[in-house]
């Protein structure tokens, strides 16, 4: 009956060691998620933006390119390849009044909504907008004339403009796909570590047994 009641307390012991390191490691697995999910979301984010943003600035540059070269007609062209790539859900140009103005061409490509009505006030934005096909990022810059806006003279070609909003570019760029990934990548990370938990009881139970345990009960 004694002995019966030693190996009781043993295993009583044992589990009780392999629930409190569990806990523990529940625990910092709670806390270091919690943590670096958002962070790791808003870098993501960050990365995202930056490169949706070169994206619009490098539709602009080439919409510059076709002026210069009085190619403008074919803007439709560009827009239809851009639109093209991986997550690009719209790209275009929003024109400001005094464009239209001068080329007398009242509401072409005007303004659609309170986004491009900021924008074309000069506020640079980024939006966030969840809909049924997922989150989508939009992202709008003003398009100020100066003597040098990307290395180009906006003023050779819009005379008496200079530090005027021309126009604006707006992009939006589809996060459906990058927030599976992230969402796959953290599933991955956690069955990992509670594969690692397993493993890590497993091993704590033998060495407690073997190291300790054991040469009490022999004793």
């Known amino acids: 009956m004694t002995n019966f009641t030693h190996k009781h307390n043993h295993f009583s012991l044992?589990?009780?060691v392999i629930l409190a390191v569990a806990g523990v490691y529940l625990l910092i697995l709670l806390v270091v998620t919690l943590v670096s999910i958002p962070n790791r979301r808003a870098?993501?984010?960050?990365?995202?933006?930056?490169?949706?943003?070169?994206?619009?600035?490098?539709y602009f540059d080439?919409?510059?390119?076709?002026?210069?070269?009085?190619?403008?007609?074919?803007?439709?062209?560009?827009e239809e390849r851009l639109n093209t790539r991986p997550g690009i859900e719209e790209i275009r140009m929003v024109r400001?009044?005094?464009?239209?103005?001068?080329?007398?061409?009242?509401?072409l490509d005007g303004p659609r909504d309170e986004w491009d009505h900021r924008a074309l006030g000069g506020e640079q934005q980024a939006h966030v907008k969840t809909g049924p096909?997922?989150?989508?990022?939009?992202?709008?810059?003003?398009?100020?004339?100066?003597?040098?806006?990307?290395?180009?003279?906006?003023?050779?070609?819009?005379?008496?403009?200079?530090?005027?909003?021309?126009?604006?570019?707006?992009?939006t760029y589809s996060l459906a796909n990058d927030d599976s990934v992230f969402?796959?990548?953290?599933?991955?990370?956690?069955?990992?570590?509670?594969m690692?938990?397993?493993?890590?009881v497993a091993l704590v139970g033998w060495l407690l047994r073997r190291i300790i345990l054991a040469p009490i009960e022999n004793f």
């Not at 076709?66 to 190619?71: E, F, I, P, R």
Request: proline share 2%; glycine share 8%.
């Open 14 to 16: 044992q589990y009780k």
């Open 43 to 58: 870098n993501l984010m960050r990365s995202i933006q930056e490169n949706v943003e070169d994206i619009a600035n490098n």
């Open 62 to 78: 080439n919409l510059n390119l076709l002026m210069l070269t009085k190619s403008i007609s074919s803007r439709h062209i560009l």
């Open 96 to 107: 400001g009044d005094k464009i239209n103005q001068a080329y007398n061409t009242p509401g």
């Open 133 to 171: 096909a997922g989150r989508s990022l939009t992202v709008l810059i003003p398009m100020t004339s100066s003597t040098n806006t990307r290395s180009t003279n906006c003023v050779t070609c819009h005379a008496d403009t200079t530090g005027q909003v021309l126009g604006a570019v707006r992009v």
């Open 183 to 194: 969402a796959r990548e953290n599933w991955t990370t956690i069955g990992l570590s509670m």
């Open 196 to 200: 690692l938990l397993g493993v890590g």
